[in-house]
Each structure stands twice: as C-alpha cells, then as structure tokens.
C-alpha cells in the first residue's frame, strides 16, 4: 500500500508521484512521440514506464521526504495567511501593539545570536518558542477584539428588560404564544450568561496579553547581559503552558459566538403544508404580487 499506516502521515504517496510536474513531462513526451511517429509502441513503453515509477518511486525514503517537506511549506503557507487575515481584521491600536511585541522578539534573538555555538541549541528552542508565543500573541489579541466588539453592541439591560417583559405577558397570553415566549425568555437568559462568560474572559485574554508582554521584556533585560539560555527557555515554558491553558479557554467561549445554536430549535414551529391541488407560484410571481 502506498498509504502510511496507520498512526503516521496519512499522505498517499502514489497520488502524489502520480502529480509530480515530471511525471507529467514524461508521459507527455510520451504520448507526443506517438503522435509523430504514428505508431503505438511509444505509448505501450511509455504505459510500462508508467508503471515501474508507480511501483518504485512511492516507496522511496527521499520521495517520501520531499511530500513531507511540500506538505509541511504548504501547511506553513496557509498557516501564515490564516495569522495575515487574523493582523488585517485588528484595529491599528491592536496592531501597533503586536509591532512592539515583534521589535521585543527581534531584540532577544539578536542579543542571543551573539552566543557561542555550544549555547545555539538552547538558542535555537528559544526562538522556536518565541514564535509561538507570537503566534499565540496575535490569537489573543483577536479574540479580545471579537469579545470587546461583541461587548459593545450588546446592552445586557436591554436583554432583562425583554425578558421581564415577556415574563409580565404571560399570564394573559393564548397558550401557543406562551409556549413560544417562554422559549423566548430563556433564550435571553442565556444570553445574559452568555455575556457575563465573555465579560470575564476579555479580561482574562487582557491579563494574558500583558503577561506575555511582561515576561518578554524581562528576557529582553536579561539578554542585554546575556543571562544563560537554558533559564530563558525555562521561563519561556512556563509562560507558553499558561498561553496555552488560555488559549483553551478561549476556544471554549468563542463557541459562544455561533449563531445556529440548538437552543433556537422550537421557537419556530413548521411551516404550513401547501393545501392539496393547490398550485405554489414561483417566486419571483410571487414578490411581483
């Protein structure tokens, strides 16, 4: 099988030696061959050839590398769009902060450079981990901007007026309407709830966001005297752990932004079945009514 098993890669490695640009000038020239000569032997070598390379080139350690390496430079590709998109949809106070964050992380990667070359290992896994931290950084400082955009178009108040109001209006209200009003109020409890969580998560991604700000001046400091590496990258551990942890949270509220929740099942009931014989208009017959 030309597929890793499983556990490892899952690249198919036959599809691509089939997709590889010299393949393609092979069976090309193949098949021009054929058309100049007019015969068809050309075509049978050429199938045979087709063949042995499928059978030989998938299984090569090197080739397999290289799919590797084109996979890896392809993931880096989209995953630095993905960060481009993320830096394009901040405000340019946000932006001018991660500026500084990179000026910060330039600073301790040329003061470390200095090294000897028995301290670049440790050099090396700094670097590693300040950009991710960066990464980690600019993830941060997009979800504080969602949750503070969030924040300031919402009116909690409005929200607890709706729902008492709604609550009041029970009593007097035909049992179907109450059915589907209660629904209503405890959609927007939800949503109160709802904006406390992001309430308190802004300000645990503001706390986070400082933090790495502030542990990355100090390794800035500490570069200028050039203090042992291994330290730094032991600090630089602690504090990617604890991006982590709130990167974790992060990713748990932002579900709070999906709009097609399962708590809006029900408050609409189905749509009136179309009488028997009755003929549906089009449409477009139908707004031009």
Known sequence: MAEEPQGSEPFNYVKEALKWQYN?????????????????LPLLLGAGLELIYLSLVPQSSRFRRLVRSWKYAEEKRRHEITLSALFNELPPEMRLRYADL???CRSIRDNYGRLSSTSQMFVKQMEERLEGLQQAYLRLLHAAYQHREYLRTTDPEAIKRDAAGLQRSLPSEAPKVQEINRKRVEILTKRLEKHGKIRENCEVVDAQCAAIEDVLELIRDQSVSLRDPQQVNDQLENLVRDVEQ???????????FELATPEMSGILGPLPAEAPGSSAAPPRDRLRT
């Open 102 to 104: 990179d000026r910060l």
């Open 246 to 256: 709130t990167e974790e949270t992060v990713r748990q509220v932002e579900a709070i």
């Open 24 to 40: 393609w000038i092979g069976l090309a020239g193949a098949l021009g061959f054929a058309l100049v000569s007019g015969a068809g």
